[in-house]
Every structure is written in structure tokens, then in C-alpha cells.
């Protein structure tokens, strides 16, 4: 569902009252607070799931802005581990700085994942636009030089350029790379991404197929069937598996929270069903959770970034039987 209807959606629902966009949006947005977000993984825990937290927001336009974030997510972190959730963090790096001022920017990210490794928690680097795609990948293998590995990175499956990015941090880290792969959610020029369905399904599945032939770590990020399914037969073409043993060679010791070389993540509120169908037979499901006070600011702006968003929301509630949470 693209196209003009997708862009009604969108134009109608940024015109709603706000109290209308935040009751479409309690089903993906966990609350304003920690408090909320660790309810809803407490919940969720029954369900066998795990999590990554992110705090909305993103690009910043002072870098006073990024010590919000930095306090944020240290609350989190004692949040997270006082009530043993297991549960990663995820991070956009440009609300930690790294447009405004790198080094800056840097220093702040550095901060966090070091505080998360004393707690032998994982922090994720979402990627943003392409403005950044480059920076971010830069900044985990910085860390990773000054040895902080409980940091990786998420590809988009959209890009041109992400098969030659798998290259790169082989390259680099070895097995030690940890991805998410998606399709990704920005709308990039014609001359750096896909994006025509069937183009985004098959370089995404290539993505998984290189990554998962190169050694790494592999987050699936997909409610799409044509996704998950080929990373169910990919993973079992190379020996992987629910109750399976990571066959991964030189993989080095699994880290707390991770899967058997993988995993598959869901957005919170986007097909449960299904997640609640990988998890019986075994895999491990992470549900990614966005809570804070900006999610209307951050709502608007995915929409308008992405009309299908706006759509695949519309879809939810007019034919609920499509997507339960
Ligand atoms: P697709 O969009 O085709 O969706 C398949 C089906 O799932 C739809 O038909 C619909 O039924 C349902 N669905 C999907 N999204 C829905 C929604 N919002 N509401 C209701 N139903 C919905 N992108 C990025 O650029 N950088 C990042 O760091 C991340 N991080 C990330 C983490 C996780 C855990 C996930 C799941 C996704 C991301 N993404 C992301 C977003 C990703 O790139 C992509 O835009 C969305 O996941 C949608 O793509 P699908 O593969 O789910 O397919």
C-alpha cells in the first residue's frame, strides 16, 4: 500500500489532534517514562521475548540537548538491571551529537557504552539517513579498537552500498561484527537505495545471506514474511538454530542476552502473532520499545518521512486481523 493513499494517510493524520495521534500511537510507543517502558517488558518477558530500549529523539541542534539523552539512558541502564530485564539499548548517535560536533559526539557515545559494558549490557547504533551512514559505522570501530565490543550497528538492507559495508567490518572486527539488518526506514534518493518492494525484499535477504557466510552476528529486523523466511532457511543452510550451539568458528564467548549467532527483532505493537510463533519454536525474539516524552514529535516525523508507515498504521486498526500487537 504506497503511493497516494499512503500520502492521504499522512497528510490527514499530521492534521489530527494530538491526543488522536497519541492514542494511534499507545500501541507502538511504550509511554513517556522508564517506568512505562519497564512495564511493558515485564509484560512482554511472559511472552519469552527480550528487548532493546530506545529513548525517542534524534537529531539534536545543540550539543546541550545530547546530555538529556546521556542522562536518559544512564537511568535506564540502573532501571534495566535493578529490575533484571534483559534488555540491550538502542541508540540514534545524532542525538548523542555526532552531526553537530564528532569528537563531542563521540566522547558521549563512548560514555554510555562503557557504562553499559560494566553492566555486560549491548548497545546498538541505529542507523540514521545516509548523512550518517558512514559516521556510525566509523564510531563502532573506534570503540571496538579501544575495546569496547558490546557495540554494532544496524545495515539497511535499501542501500547500494551495504554489501560492500559487510566487507568493510569483516574486515575490521571479524566476527566480532554484530548486526541488525532491515530494510530500512528512509526514504534515500534513487541514486544510493532501492526502492521498489521486490529490489528492498532481495538486498536485504543478500545482506543476510553475506552476513551470515562472513561470521557475524545477525539481528533479523522484519515483519515482512518474505524476509523471515528466507533468514529461516539461510540460518539453517549454515547450521543454525533455535537450541542449536553458535557453529559460528572464532565467535569467542557468547555474550549475556544474545541468541545462538542470531536473532529475530520486532517493532513493539507489529505482528505479535508472528513474534509469538518464532519465539514457541525456540528463536530468540527481541522487542525493540520506544518510550519518552517526544514521541509525538518522533511519530510525525517518521510519517512524514515514510508515507508506507502511515499506511501499514491506518491497515492496523481498519483491519486489526493484519497486525495484532
Ligand atoms: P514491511 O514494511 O513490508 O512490513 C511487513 C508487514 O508488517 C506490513 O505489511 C504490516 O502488516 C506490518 N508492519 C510493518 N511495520 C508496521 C507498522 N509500523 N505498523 C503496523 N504494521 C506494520 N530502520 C532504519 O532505517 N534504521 C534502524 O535502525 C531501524 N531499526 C529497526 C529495528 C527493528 C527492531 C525493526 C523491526 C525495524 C527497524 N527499522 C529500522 C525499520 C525497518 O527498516 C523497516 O522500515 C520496518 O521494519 C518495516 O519493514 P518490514 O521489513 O517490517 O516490512
Not at 530500549?53 to 550539543?63: A, C, N, R
Not at 567490518?169 to 541514486?191: M, Q, S, T, V
Request: with cysteine; net charge neutral; hydrophobic share 40%.
Amino acid at each position: 500500500m504506497t503511493g497516494w493513499f499512503s500520502r492521504l494517510v499522512v497528510s490527514m493524520t499530521i492534521r489530527m489532534p494530538k491526543w488522536f495521534v497519541g492514542w494511534v500511537s499507545r500501541r507502538y510507543v511504550a509511554g513517556n517514562t522508564i517506568e512505562d517502558a519497564i512495564k511493558v517488558m515485564q509484560r512482554l518477558s511472559k511472552e519469552d521475548a527480550c528487548f532493546t530500549v530506545d529513548v525517542l529523539g534524534e537529531e539534536i541542534s545543540t550539543m546541550a540537548e545530547a546530555q538529556y539523552f546521556y542522562d536518559e539512558y544512564s537511568r535506564l541502564i540502573e532501571a534495566i538491571i535493578s529490575n533484571n530485564i534483559d534488555s540491550d539499548l538502542s541508540i540514534k548517535p545524532t542525538a548523542f551529537g555526532l552531526l553537530i560536533d564528532r569528537d563531542k559526539g563521540y566522547q558521549n557515545i563512548k560514555n554510555l557504552v562503557a557504562m553499559a559494558n560494566d553492566h555486560g549490557m549491548f548497545v546498538r547504533l541505529d542507523m540514521e539517513d545516509h548523512r550518517v551512514t558512514q559516521a556510525t559505522i566509523d564510531v563502532v570501530v573506534d570503540l571496538h579498537k579501544e575495546g569496547l565490543t558490546n557495540v554494532g550497528t544496524v545495515y539497511q538492507g535499501r542501500l547500494f552500498r551495504t554489501l560492500d559495508d559487510i566487507d568493510y567490518l569483516e574486515n575490521k572486527l571479524g566476527p566480532a561484527a554484530d548486526y541488525r539488518i532491515c530494510k530500512g526506514i528512509y526514504l534515500e534518493p534513487e541514486d544510493i537505495a532501492h526502492s521498489g518492494y521486490h529490489e528492498i525484499v532481495s538486498a536485504t535477504n543478500a545482506s543476510i545471506d553475506k552476513m551470515l557466510a562472513a561470521g557475524a552476528y545477525c539481528a533479523i529486523a522484519s515483519h515482512d514474511k518474505p524476509v523471515i523466511n528466507h533468514a529461516l532457511s539461510a540460518l539453517e543452510s549454515h547450521g543454525m538454530g533455535p537450541n542449536i550451539e553458535d557453529p559460528r568458528k572464532n565467535a569467542g564467548k557468547p555474550r549475556k542476552g544474545k541468541g545462538p549467532g542470531y536473532e529475530f527483532q520486532m517493532l513493539l505493537g507489529v505482528r505479535g502473532p508472528l513474534r509469538r510463533k518464532l519465539a514457541a519454536k525456540g528463536h530468540k525474539t527481541r522487542v525493540y520499545v520506544p518510550y519518552g516524552e517526544k514521541w509525538y514529535e518522533y511519530s510525525i516525523r517518521r510519517l512524514q518521512e515514510n508515507p508506507t508507515v502511515g499506511a501499514q498504521v491506518a491497515k492496523a486498526f481498519l483491519m486489526p486481523w493484519t497486525n495484532r500487537p
